[in-house]
C-alpha cells in the first residue's frame, strides 16, 4: 500500500517492486540449499594428522587438537596419566616460558584456552579471533608437542590433582564419582572401566619418564585432529603443514607404536562405598542424608545403528531432581517424571543416561533416597527398566524424538560445541554426520526399534554402583533376578526381627 502511494503520487513512474529497479545492481541472496552438503571440510596431511573444518559467520573461532588418548589406554601404565596430562595442558612449552606467558600470547586476540580429558579422547582447545589463527595454531602445536613438564609444574599437579581427588568426596553432588563407580563395576578392569581419576596411591608415581613414555605412543599424528570451526579450510590447512607437519615431539618418537587396542569387556557387577552422608550439606538448609544407586545395563557403540534408538530412549525416561522447577521443554513428561518421580513423594532424584563408546555403551538410572527406603527405590527402578520393554506410546516418544531433535540442534548453534562435535566425529569415524542427516535418522525411530534395542539391553548383566547408607541395599544377585523378571520385583525376603 504504501509503495502504491508513493508510486503513484508526486510525480514518481508507476512501478512495480517486483520489477528491477533501473541502475541499481542485481541482488544476490543467501541460500541456505546446497552449501550444507559441504560443510565440514576434511585434509588429511602427509603424517596422517586429519584437518577438519566448517565455516561459521563470524570474527572469533575455536580450533583445537583432539587426540585418541583418554584413561581408556592405561592398561600398560600407572592409572591417572590423563588426570595429569589435563593439569599440565597449556603450561611451559619450547616456545612458552610459563602458563602466563601463552595466557598473555592469547590475549592479544581475545583468546581463551582449555584442554578437557574423557576416557578416550583429550581435547585442547582455544577460542580467539580469526585474525590470530597462525599464532592459535602455533602455540597449540608447541602446547601439544613441545611442554617442558617441569619438576615445578608436576609437584603443582600433584597438588592440584589430591585437591580434586578429596572434592570429588565431598560433593553434595555425587554424580560425577557414581559415574566412576559404575564404569568400574560394568567394565571391571579394563578400558573404559579404569579410573578416569588418578587414584590416591598413583600421585607420587607418575613422572616425567612415565608421561614421555605414554606420550611417545598416544600422542602420534595418525591419532590427532585439528579441528577448526569459524574459518576458512584453506587456512587451517596452510597453518597445519606449517606447524604440524614435520614437527618432532619433546619426547621423540618411536618407529613402532605400542598401543593398546583392547576391546571394551562388559562384566557387570557391583561396586558400594559404604560412607556418611549425613553431613554432606550443611547450613541453613542442609541436604537430608541421601542414599545413591545407579544401575545400568550394557547398550551399545556409538559406531552402531543402534545408538540413535538407545538415544530416542534415553531421552524419553529423562528424569531428573524432585525440585526442578518444570515448563516447557523440561521434561516433565518424561518416564521418571510421571512414574518415578510424581508418585513417589520419597524419591529425590531419578535421572536417566547415556554413556556411548566406539565399542560400547551403557545405559544407567540414578536414583536417590532415605536410606531406609532403599530397597523400595532399587524396585522402582527395576520395574522402569522391565517397562521400557513394553510398547512406547505414540505421543511420548515423538515427545522424545522432538525433544532430542530440539536439544541437538540448540546445543550446536554454539561455537564450542560445533568445534567438539566436528573433532570428536572426525577422529572416530573420519567422517561427520550433519545435523539434518542426525534429525532424519531420530526421526525414522520407531516403537519397535525401542522394544528391539531394550529387550537385547536387558539379556546383559546389571552394573551397580551404591553409595551412602547400605543397610537396606539388596543383593547383587537379587537385582540381577528383578530385571530377569516379567515384572521387575524383587525376589521376597522374610526376616523375622525388622
Given at each position: 500500500l504504501i509503495a502504491v502511494v508513493l508510486f503513484s503520487g508526486g510525480g514518481y513512474p508507476n512501478i512495480s517492486l517486483s520489477?528491477?529497479?533501473?541502475?541499481?545492481?542485481?541482488?544476490?541472496?543467501?541460500?541456505?540449499?546446497?552449501?550444507e552438503k559441504y560443510e565440514t571440510k576434511i585434509t588429511t596431511l602427509e603424517n596422517g594428522l586429519k584437518v577438519a573444518s566448517q565455516n561459521?559467520?563470524?570474527?572469533?573461532?575455536?580450533?583445537?587438537?583432539?587426540?585418541?588418548?583418554?584413561?581408556?589406554?592405561?592398561?600398560k601404565y600407572p592409572s591417572g596419566i590423563a588426570h595429569f596430562l589435563e593439569k599440565l595442558a597449556f603450561s611451559s612449552t619450547a616456545q612458552y616460558g610459563s602458563k602466563d606467558e601463552i595466557l598473555l600470547t592469547l590475549e592479544k586476540h581475545g583468546g581463551i584456552c582449555d584442554c578437557q580429558t574423557s576416557r578416550d579422547t583429550t581435547m585442547y582447545a582455544v577460542s580467539a579471533e580469526v585474525k590470530g589463527l597462525d599464532t592459535v595454531v602455533s602455540l597449540l602445536s608447541d602446547a601439544v608437542l613441545q611442554p617442558r613438564l617441569l619438576d615445578e609444574e608436576l609437584e603443582m599437579t600433584r597438588m592440584a590433582v589430591r585437591f580434586e581427588l578429596e572434592d570429588l568426596n565431598m560433593r553434595p553432588d555425587p554424580e560425577p564419582l557414581l559415574t566412576e563407580m559404575i564404569h568400574a563395576a560394568a567394565y571391571r578392569g579394563n578400558t573404559v572401566g579404569l579410573p578416569r581419576f588418578c587414584p590416591a596411591e598413583n600421585v607420587d608415581k607418575i613422572d616425567k619418564n612415565v608421561l614421555h613414555s605414554y606420550l611417545r605412543n598416544y600422542y602420534r599424528p595418525e591419532r590427532m585432529v585439528l579441528a577448526g570451526v569459524g574459518i576458512e579450510h584453506e587456512q587451517l590447512v596452510e597453518s597445519a603443514r606449517k606447524y604440524l607437519l614435520d614437527v618432532k615431539p619433546v619426547w621423540g618418537t618411536s618407529s613402532a607404536p605400542n598401543v593398546d587396542l583392547s576391546v571394551a569387556q562388559y562384566t557387570g557387577g557391583i561396586v558400594k562405598m559404604e560412607k556418611d552422608m549425613s553431613d554432606v550439606s550443611l547450613g541453613p538448609t542442609p541436604i537430608p542424608e541421601l542414599t545413591h544407586i545407579m544401575i545400568g545395563l550394557e547398550s551399545c557403540?556409538?559406531?552402531?545403528?543402534?545408538?540413535?534408538?538407545?538415544?530416542?530412549?534415553?531421552?524419553?525416561?529423562?528424569?531428573?531432581?524432585?525440585?526442578?522447577?518444570?515448563?516447557?521443554?523440561?521434561?516433565?513428561?518424561?518416564?521418571?517424571?510421571?512414574?518415578?518421580?510424581?508418585?513417589?513423594?520419597?524419591?529425590?532424584n531419578a535421572t536417566s543416561y547415556h554413556h556411548s563408546y566406539e565399542d560400547s555403551g551403557l545405559l544407567c538410572i540414578h536414583a536417590s533416597a532415605d536410606p531406609r527406603q532403599v530397597r523400595e527405590m532399587v524396585e522402582i527402578i527395576t520395574r522402569e527398566f522391565i517397562q521400557m520393554g513394553g510398547s512406547a506410546g505414540e505421543m511420548e516418544l515423538e515427545r522424545a524424538?522432538?525433544?532430542?531433535?530440539?536439544?541437538?540442534?540448540?546445543?550446536?548453534?554454539?561455537?564450542?560445541?560445533?568445534?567438539?562435535?566436528?573433532?570428536?566425529?572426525?577422529?572416530?569415524?573420519?567422517?561427520?554426520k550433519l545435523p539434518h542427516e542426525l534429525c532424519h535418522l531420530i526421526s525414522s525411530v520407531t516403537a519397535g526399534d525401542i522394544k528391539r534395542v531394550t529387550t537385547k539391553m536387558l539379556r546383559s548383566k546389571p552394573a551397580v554402583a551404591a553409595l551412602g547408607d547400605l543397610m537396606e541395599l539388596p543383593s547383587y544377585e537379587h537385582i540381577q533376578a528383578a530385571l530377569s523378571s516379567k515384572d521387575g520385583r524383587l525376589p521376597r525376603t522374610y526376616r523375622l526381627f525388622r
Open positions: 520489477t528491477p529497479l533501473p541502475g541499481i545492481p542485481k541482488p544476490l541472496f543467501a541460500s541456505v540449499d546446497g552449501q561459521k559467520f563470524g570474527q572469533f573461532c575455536t580450533v583445537g587438537i583432539l587426540v585418541n588418548s583418554g584413561s581408556r589406554h592405561e592398561a557403540s556409538y559406531l552402531e545403528d543402534d545408538f540413535i534408538p538407545f538415544a530416542v530412549l534415553n531421552m524419553m525416561m529423562g528424569g531428573g531432581g524432585s525440585f526442578s522447577a518444570g515448563g516447557p521443554g523440561k521434561g516433565m513428561f518424561t518416564r521418571l517424571y510421571l512414574n518415578v518421580l510424581n508418585r513417589h513423594h520419597w524419591m529425590y524424538k522432538t525433544q532430542l531433535k530440539s536439544m541437538l540442534m540448540m546445543n550446536l548453534e554454539s561455537r564450542p560445541v560445533i568445534f567438539e562435535d566436528v573433532g570428536r566425529q572426525v577422529l572416530s569415524t573420519g567422517k561427520r
